[in-house]
């Protein structure tokens, strides 16, 4: 199949072209002033745009079977609000009305599970797949996932784990809330192979569908930092309750994954096994520093 993937020089977006270029015909979807260093040397088909008329024109040429959308832009380096909504709700809606004009089988959203009340990121990010729940679909089907909290080796260092897996491995102390919040954390290689799954499952999805992806298995924040500390040997200070609580933060989050192991996933990665592939990343790129 043709496969456009958007946010391709994102971690998720370069997982996912990496495995489905193996074995489809892969568009990697970049920006003029996106990197393409997590991509080398895959089997791909680079393709970068200025303007939303570009894409118009690289739907008509190639006629993708399925889109996949992982852009994101998640606030955490104090992006104003417009630019939340452009990178959110704008462009991902660009995409979808281009796959319904081209007829596109297929438009996988990456979301999120988290709450509308708990950040802007969260609030624009279920906007757009509200938006597109509002109108009536005609030949593209809509399948946002809910993803939880997902991590891997070479992630970026402004995610909670990439965080604490880096000062441990060199030895900073960690200032932290109680560690009372509870998540469900993913591997990256389940990640993908999930979307694999729902890809080959596509006949059995219906029009409008959601499906949660996470392992099932919600643990708190605290136990997930001193499960990274031991299996790290780290000799950091873990200063739980310094830092306090956000404002609205969401104490539970766990993935109802009845949907996705109907259609024959399962999570492989226990998140000793998965923080270890992490630490032993983390491990040799210390040492080649």
Not at 175 to 198: H, M, N, P, W
Not at 233 to 240: A, H, V
């Amino acid at each position: 199949m043709k496969i456009f993937i958007a946010g391709a020089s994102g971690y998720l977006g370069s997982q996912l072209v990496k495995k489905l270029s193996k074995t489809h015909k892969v568009f990697a979807l970049l920006r003029s002033s996106s990197s393409e260093s997590r991509i080398d040397n895959c089997n791909a088909n680079i393709i970068r745009f200025d303007n939303y008329y570009v894409l118009d024109s690289l739907f008509r040429i190639h006629k993708p079977d399925i889109v996949i959308n992982t852009a994101a832009l998640y606030g955490r380096k104090d992006e104003s609000l417009s630019e939340l909504i452009a990178a959110n709700i704008e462009f991902p809606i660009v995409l979808f009305e281009l796959s319904e004009k081209y007829r596109v089988k297929t438009f996988i959203h990456t979301g999120t599970s988290l709450p509308d009340e708990l950040s802007p990121y969260a609030l624009v990010k279920n906007t757009f797949v509200k938006l597109v729940k509002f109108k009536s679909l005609d030949s593209t089907k809509f399948i946002n996932i809910e993803l939880e909290h997902f991590y891997g080796p070479d992630d970026d260092d402004s995610k909670f784990t990439s965080y604490v897996i880096n000062a441990c491995l060199k030895g900073s102390n960690l200032q932290l809330t109680c560690g009372e919040q509870k998540r469900d954390f993913i591997y990256i290689d389940d990640v993908v192979s999930a979307y694999t799954v729902l890809i080959e499952s596509d006949e059995k999805l219906n029009i409008f569908e959601t499906i949660p992806i996470g392992t099932g298995v919600a643990l708190k924040i605290r136990e997930v930092v001193e499960m990274i500390h031991s299996n790290s040997n780290s000799k950091s200070k873990l200063e739980f309750g310094v830092v306090p609580m956000r404002k609205n933060e969401l104490m539970y989050s766990r993935a109802d994954i009845t949907k996705i192991k109907k259609l024959g996933w399962k999570s492989t990665y226990s998140l000793s096994d998965g923080f270890s592939c992490c630490i032993n990343n983390g491990y040799a790129n210390l040492d080649m520093n």
